[in-house]
């Protein structure tokens, strides 16, 4: 028998990655964890939240991101005085540089803006108000 594939996520796991993180993930994002945890965005992975219930397709989650890929690409810039500690990465583009939410500033909803970090200059530039409206903006690139 085939294993069913869990699409989606639960309250508990959600709340399980942002005590790993230090941080409460933005609300619109967490709603579509619920639904599309583990989905891509076209082309674009976004990371998921690791959920027991699929640990493959899981496991390069946004903590495993976080702690790994992230921090290693941070360590480019340890000679610098930038700051990279407002940035949560929620998805890489193949290029190297991330989509991140920046908890220095938030948008019109209460939530933190979504921008695309350089990993050549460590730069970022802002893409969206919330993570609500990158998937509105991301939909009509693709």
């Given amino acids: 028998m085939a294993k069913v594939r869990v ?28 639904v599309n945890n583990g989905r891509s965005l076209g082309a674009l992975s976004i990371f998921p939240v690791f959920d ?5 397709k899981t496991w390069e989650s946004i903590v495993h991101h976080f702690e790994n890929g992230w921090q290693a690409w941070q360590a480019n810039f340890s000679d610098t005085a930038q700051d990279f500690s407002v940035l949560l990465p929620f998805a890489e583009c193949g290029s190297g540089d991330y989509y991140c939410f920046d908890y220095a500033v938030f948008g019109k909803k209460g939530e933190p ?27 009509r690139i693709e």
Avoid: C, M, Y
């Fill in 52 to 56: 027991a219930r699929d640990p493959r």
């Fill in 7 to 34: 699409i989606g996520t639960s309250i508990e796991a959600i709340q399980a990655a942002e005590r790993e993180l230090g941080r409460k993930l933005p609300l619109s994002f967490s709603d579509w964890l619920l």
């Fill in 113 to 139: 803006i979504v921008v695309l970090w350089s990993h050549e200059t460590g730069d970022t530039a802002q893409q969206a108000d919330n993570f609500g409206t990158f998937l509105t903006i991301s939909e």
